[in-house]
C-alpha cells in the first residue's frame, strides 16, 4: 500500500508543481487527478499499482469534506444573504455533472 500511496502523492505533487511554475488556473490536485488518469489510460502505470491506497482513500472519503463543511460555516452569513444565487449554482452545476458523467460513461460503454 506503501508503493500506492506514493504514486498517488507523486502526481499530486506533479500537479501542483505544475500549478506553480505555469500558472495555470486549474488547481494543482486536479492537474494531478488528470496526470494519473493519463498514466493508467496510456498503461504507463498499472491500476494494481495504484488500487490499494485509492480504495483506502475513498473508503474515507467523507472525512476529507469535514474541514469544507467547518469552512461553510465560517461564511454562514454570506451564504445567507446570497442563498438563491448559491442554490441555483449548486443545482446547476449538479446537474451538468451528472450528464456529462452520463455522456462520458455512454460514450466510454460503446468500446
Known amino acids: 500500500?506503501?508503493?500506492?500511496?506514493?504514486?498517488?502523492?507523486?502526481?499530486?505533487?506533479?500537479?501542483?508543481?505544475?500549478?506553480?511554475?505555469?500558472?495555470?488556473?486549474?488547481?494543482?490536485?486536479?492537474?494531478?487527478?488528470?496526470?494519473?488518469?493519463?498514466?493508467?489510460?496510456f498503461k504507463i502505470i498499472k491500476l494494481e499499482d495504484v488500487k490499494p491506497a485509492s480504495d483506502f482513500l475513498v473508503k474515507y472519503l467523507?472525512?476529507?469534506?469535514?474541514?469544507?463543511?467547518?469552512?461553510?460555516?465560517?461564511?454562514?452569513?454570506?451564504?445567507?444573504a446570497y442563498w438563491i444565487p448559491v442554490s441555483v449554482a449548486v443545482i446547476l452545476s449538479t446537474l451538468l455533472s451528472i450528464y456529462v458523467t452520463g455522456a462520458i460513461y455512454q460514450k466510454l460503454d460503446k468500446k
Open 62 to 80: 467523507v472525512v476529507f469534506f469535514i474541514p469544507y463543511g467547518v469552512g461553510l460555516m465560517v461564511y454562514a452569513n454570506i451564504i445567507a
Open 1 to 41: 500500500m506503501l508503493k500506492s500511496l506514493i504514486y498517488i502523492f507523486c502526481f499530486l505533487f506533479l500537479g501542483e508543481l505544475i500549478h506553480y511554475f505555469l500558472a495555470i488556473p486549474i488547481a494543482g490536485n486536479i492537474i494531478g487527478m488528470l496526470l494519473i488518469f493519463l498514466a493508467l489510460f
